[in-house]
């Protein structure tokens, strides 16, 4: 079965504008999470999405948002970029119930100039 | 605060010589303890989930243990293509917290 899809694989955006990116999860996963991995800070959760309910956010400025679709697909924003938002952003998608894994995908390479 | 601390931060390893890494965590009402491993460059892949102390699993030559308060994967005989880096995670809150990982180098 296909895997959790995010787009798009690769960014360069330039400080100060905004960014979208997407996810779409394993057929039948209601859950869906961001995280951030930069190699200081390691894999950082931004937020998790549960049948369009946001059920728990991270620590991250309020520049950064999401929302879940009532097909379970995903996005999160950042607006106003900053160098240091450059990251590789992972989507993981579950089935949210005991003895299930959280499935990722490649994730978004966005480098910040 | 540090909640997941995953020692040591890199292992070097001759292809055959086994060897452990280590996860200790601090969260309380603990939901699951996931090992990963992750390529440069790519998604981590998901390897376990434990839930209770003493609780093991096993896949290939892969081996991860629970106590109440640390969490072992045991490589055994590792070939160059187990090179990775390894993450553990806690699922607490609707969320996972990530170890800093451990990277490991097996030479053939």
């Known amino acids: 079965k296909a895997g959790v899809t995010q787009t798009p694989r690769y960014l360069i955006k330039t400080r100060g504008q905004q960014v979208t990116l997407s996810c779409s999860p394993i057929?039948?996963?209601?859950?869906v999470s961001w995280y951030q991995q930069t190699p200081g800070q390691g894999l950082q959760f931004l937020f998790e999405y549960f049948s369009e309910t946001q059920r728990n956010k991270g620590n991250f400025p309020g520049r950064f948002s999401g929302r879940q679709f009532s097909n379970s697909r995903s996005e999160m924003n950042v607006s106003t970029l900053e160098l240091g938002d450059s990251a590789l952003y992972l989507c993981?998608?579950?089935?949210?119930?005991?003895?299930?894994?959280?499935?990722f995908g490649s994730g978004t390479r966005l480098t910040v100039v | 605060e540090d909640q997941v601390t995953q020692s040591p931060e890199a292992l070097r390893l001759q292809e055959g010589e086994s060897s452990s890494l280590n996860c200790s965590y601090t969260v309380s009402g603990l939901r699951g303890l996931f090992w990963y491993r992750q390529d440069p460059g790519k998604g981590p892949e998901f390897l376990f989930t434990?839930?209770?102390a003493g609780e093991e699993k096993e896949k290939e030559r892969l081996k991860a243990t629970l106590t109440k308060k640390e969490s072992f994967l045991h490589i055994t005989a590792p070939k160059p293509e187990d090179s990775a880096t390894y993450l553990c995670a806690v699922r607490w809150d609707y969320k996972l917290s990530f170890g800093a990982g451990t990277t490991v180098t097996v030479r053939a």
């Open positions: 993981a998608s579950s089935l949210d119930a005991q003895g299930y894994g959280y499935t």
């Open positions: 057929s039948g996963h209601r859950s």
């Open positions: 434990l839930y209770s």
